[in-house]
């Protein structure tokens, strides 16, 4: 894999607090989900990528450029979508995608040009005359997105880009992330909280947790299910069901907690739970299936944290 973003030891502090503790990750081409719960450091370490604070400490590089070494450069090739709107007021959609694309060094007859077809592959019909002052969540969003991907850069970091959009618009906006991503080869990162839009959309995941690296991990192995698959909690006695359960060829594995894992069981015969209760007269006070993998990940990831007391 050729890195497009890599971090060593990345230490950020803002006076006496700690916002990125020993960041080491590389990301690569592809999509890639940077997820973490509020406060985990997310969007400080977009904007060390982007340049806009010093590190404390930690060495990196972006598409290839020293982390603090050219920055215009690098900007240059990065297309940032931020969370918050941020738009002139009194400009219709397309200057403001027109502004953006002049910013970025394109004269201004190209740039009107890039920017009709940008907000065509965003789906912004009439809209676009409008001015931005009135425009909906949606229309907001495709204009932010419009604004990152005007000047074709190589790596897009899209902040929270599906947050307050309606079902449809939100697929829309995934299939536009996964095109760029796919036909056009550009490297996207996308940071958010919101895991069904990772799992639908991204081939790499980085899990950061107060201020540090949790996990890495490929999706293609965070989407495979975990096993054991159902969880279940008892009521009292339940070992004639545990018997039950391994002479038909059931694992089981008890937890911590009480709870029973076990292994071996889908939707097609989960059933079988009731079964056993029933011929061994116990009584079964949950069943829950497992989570799949990057949601349990994620949990985990987070509740280890915790449980560390970290911050
Ligand atoms: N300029 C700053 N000065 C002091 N502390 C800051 C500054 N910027 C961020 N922090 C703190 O650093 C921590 C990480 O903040 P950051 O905004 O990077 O997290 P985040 O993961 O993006 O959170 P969210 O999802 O809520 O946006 C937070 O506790 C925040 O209060």
């Not at 909280?193 to 991990?217: F, W």
Request: glycine share 10%.
């Amino acid at each position: 894999m050729t890195a497009v973003v890599r971090l060593k030891n990345i230490v950020k502090d803002y006076g006496r607090y700690r916002a990125l503790d020993s960041v080491t990750c590389d990301i690569g081409p592809g999509v890639t989900g940077l997820l973490g719960p509020n406060g985990a450091g997310k969007s400080t370490l977009i904007k060390v990528l982007m340049g806009l604070v010093r590190v404390t400490s930690g060495t990196g590089e972006v598409l290839g450029i020293p982390l603090g070494s050219d920055f215009r450069s690098t900007r240059a090739r990065i297309g940032y979508m931020a969370e918050d709107d941020c738009y002139i007021p009194g400009l219709t959609g397309v200057e403001m995608v027109q502004f953006a694309a002049r910013l970025s060094g394109l004269p201004k007859i190209e740039a009107l040009r890039r920017s009709h077809e940008i907000l065509d592959f965003c789906g912004a019909e009439q809209e676009r005359y409008r001015e931005v002052d009135g425009y909906s969540t949606g229309m907001r969003q495709k204009l932010k997105f419009a604004q990152a991907i005007v000047h074709d850069p190589d790596l897009l970091i899209l902040d929270e880009p599906t947050a307050g959009l309606d079902p449809e618009e939100r697929e829309q906006m995934l299939s536009r992330i996964q095109v760029l991503s796919q036909r056009a080869g550009k490297a996207v990162l996308v940071s958010t909280h919101i895991l069904p839009d990772v799992r639908e959309v991204c081939d790499n995941a980085v899990i950061l947790v107060s201020g540090k690296v949790r996990l890495v991990q490929s999706l293609d192995v965070l989407k495979k299910p975990s096993a054991p698959v159902y969880h279940v909690r008892f009521t009292g006695e339940h070992s004639t069901f545990l018997d039950r359960a391994r002479q038909d060829g059931v694992r089981w594995e008890v937890e911590e907690n009480g709870t029973v894992a076990l292994d071996g069981l889908d939707a097609g015969n989960v059933h079988l739970v009731w079964d056993w209760a029933r011929e061994t007269g116990t009584a079964v006070r949950s069943l829950t299936p497992t989570r799949n993998t990057l949601e349990q990940m994620f949990m985990d990831a987070v509740r280890d944290a915790g449980d560390a007391g970290e911050r």
